[in-house]
């Protein structure tokens, strides 16, 4: 059973940084494509960033690219999102989030944005950046 469990969310001021962590569990972490998405109050779910299984490549939404790099350690099982230049826009709940199925398949942006290739998901880390 995968178990995937965010950390290093916090109260930060606008144009500050933060580093947030997954730690997985339950499968071998080097073959899964690993993601991050947030959640605002009253909006949908949103598609953040996105690592393909050998860290190959990096898909960023519009609104944090050239802020936020996603990382992986594959030694320890670990996903990294660090997020500078933070914005109040960006305060939100942020998931990682795992690939369903072992595919090592690289479908580009839009295949990792609409969430569909993930199967399992933290329990979320709350971000809040104030202005």
């Known amino acids: 059973q995968v178990q995937l469990v965010e950390s290093g969310g916090v109260l930060v001021q606008a144009g500050g940084s933060l580093r947030l962590s997954c730690a997985a569990s339950g499968r071998t972490f080097r073959q899964y494509a690993m993601g991050w998405f947030r959640q605002s109050p009253g909006k949908e779910r949103e598609f953040v960033a996105a690592r393909t299984w050998n860290g190959g490549s990096t898909y960023y939404a519009d609104s944090v690219k050239g802020r936020f790099t996603i990382s992986r350690d594959n030694a320890k099982n670990t996903v990294y999102l660090q997020m500078d230049s933070l914005k109040p826009e960006d305060t939100a709940v942020y998931y990682c989030?795992?690939?369903?199925?072992?595919?090592?398949?690289?479908?580009?942006?839009?295949?990792?944005?609409?969430?569909?290739?993930?199967?399992?998901w933290g329990q979320g880390t709350q971000v809040t950046v104030s202005s």
């Open positions: 989030a795992q690939e369903r199925v072992l595919t090592h398949f690289d479908g580009g942006s839009n295949y990792y944005a609409n969430g569909a290739p993930f199967g399992s």
